[in-house]
């Protein structure tokens, strides 16, 4: 995953933040093929 899709596992719960806050977290091909990862 890049730096626009940041990953983090608290207490077995996978939590997904968009990080692109220069484009208000807009989604974008990139980060959409890092959802599909």
């Not at 899709?5 to 692109?20: M, Q």
């Not at 806050?21 to 890092?34: I, R, V």
Request: charged fraction near 25%; include cysteine.
């Amino acid at each position: 995953m890049s730096d626009i899709l940041l990953k983090e596992e608290k207490d077995g719960i996978l939590i997904l933040t968009l990080n692109r806050p220069e484009a208000m977290n807009c989604f974008n091909f990139a980060l959409l093929n890092d959802l599909n990862a």
